[in-house]
């Protein structure tokens, strides 16, 4: 008599919860709590309002965090998303490959996202680095290794990355401003790009999302990995996952604070410190939503996040190309039009937020979900 197969692993909430809560603080939400900064007299609404701006070199805010915890999340699904085909003895290359079509179908989304209109007839002015072709290429790299190496080499192999860019940076001697310059005009990032990437730089004589920043990003996405092994285990209880997630980011948040005393905290450099810090958070994150939603079943607060999260390349395209600010304005300018001007921004802000949850929850409800 055969054995039935056991059951599939219950969807967590959770990780959908926080890429919801993510994407819809990169979607509006962050861009309203900023607009509060100096509206209301308090003083602690206008710090919790200062935290959702990017400092300009050194230093950092919690908005500092939204894309690498994006990336981290990418790094979570990984053992979910490829745990049933493992399972069925699907061969290598045939995983490969499927990661591959995703890497070519974000490159190509995010340089739609990144310089539409196209201009066809002047590449000078096409951008190539992305915030989806960085995903795409992060977890291309950790499916790879996660197919390959074990969790301590993948670890070694993101330390190693990480350490190696540290030493780059400050070992590698730039025209004209020497080695371990780390200033918006000498440092070895901007040169790399100015010299090896073609196209629109987004600041000038760099770009964040250039080529050497590739390196420290990705290890976001093999740190994700590591947590979603954390979760999917199969041998420790819930309560010791939570535990374990909790640790692995006050180890992360130690050594990046520790780090950052000579290699400072800097997003525009995606530095080694800066890495350790927002993976840090990251862990701490997952561990709450992990320990609130999946952990203590308190489920129900989280709907809307989820309704965001399972559909978050949808939104992260649409805001590019549906003016939902706009549409806010005809719609709701009527009712805010008679309070005092400088919160008209604020409210047509926050109705666009609105009225992107509703077009999600609207995919939601008709099982509709757009991923690469």
């Not at 990780?15 to 602690?44: E, N, S």
């Not at 085909?85 to 045939?94: D, F, L, R």
């Not at 310089?115 to 790879?144: C, E, Q, T």
């Amino acid at each position: 008599m055969a054995t039935p197969a056991a059951p599939p692993p219950a969807r967590l909430v959770s990780i959908d919860a926080l890429r919801g809560f993510d994407m819809l603080m990169i979607a509006g939400a962050g861009a309203v709590i900023h607009q509060l900064d100096g509206k209301t007299g308090w003083p602690w609404v206008n710090a919790v309002a200062k935290q959702f701006s990017h400092p300009a070199w050194f230093g950092f805010t919690f908005y500092d965090c939204i894309f690498p915890l994006f990336l981290f999340l990418a790094g979570v699904s990984i053992p979910f998303s490829l745990s049933k085909a493992i399972a069925q003895g699907t061969p290598k290359t045939t995983l490969y490959r499927k990661a591959f079509v995703r890497l070519l179908i974000l490159l190509v989304l995010g340089f739609l996202d990144k310089n539409a209109p196209i201009p066809f007839f002047d590449p000078h002015h096409m951008r190539l680095g992305s915030v989806l072709g960085r995903i795409g290429l992060a977890g291309f790299v950790s499916v790879v290794l996660y197919l390959n190496l074990s969790s301590m080499k993948r670890l070694g192999v993101a330390g190693g990355i990480l350490l190696a860019y540290y030493a780059a940076l400050f070992l590698i001697p730039v025209p004209g401003f020497g080695a371990g310059n780390l200033t918006f005009e000498g440092n070895l990032v901007g040169w790399f790009d100015r010299t090896y990437l073609p196209g629109r730089l987004l600041q000038g004589t760099y770009d964040e999302l250039g080529l050497l920043t590739q390196f420290p990003a990705m290890c976001l996405t093999m740190f994700g990995v590591f947590a979603g092994e954390i979760l999917k285990g199969t041998t420790s209880s819930p309560a010791a996952k939570f535990r374990s997630l909790l640790f692995a980011g006050a180890v992360c948040l130690a050594l990046g604070l520790l780090w950052s005393l000579h290699f400072p905290i800097a997003k525009r450099l995606w530095t080694s410190s800066f890495i350790l810090v927002t993976t840090g958070i990251s862990f701490a994150l997952l561990a709450a939503f992990y320990g609130i939603i999946d952990l203590l079943n308190f489920k129900r607060w989280a709907f809307p996040l989820v309704v965001v999260g399972m559909n978050s390349l949808t939104i992260y395209m649409a805001y590019h190309f549906i003016d939902f600010g706009h549409t806010s304005k005809l719609l709701f300018s009527g009712l805010y039009q008679p309070l005092d001007p400088k919160w008209h921004s604020v409210l047509e802000s926050t109705g666009a937020l609105l009225l992107v949850w509703l077009f999600l929850y609207a995919l939601y409800r008709r099982r509709i979900f757009f991923k690469a």
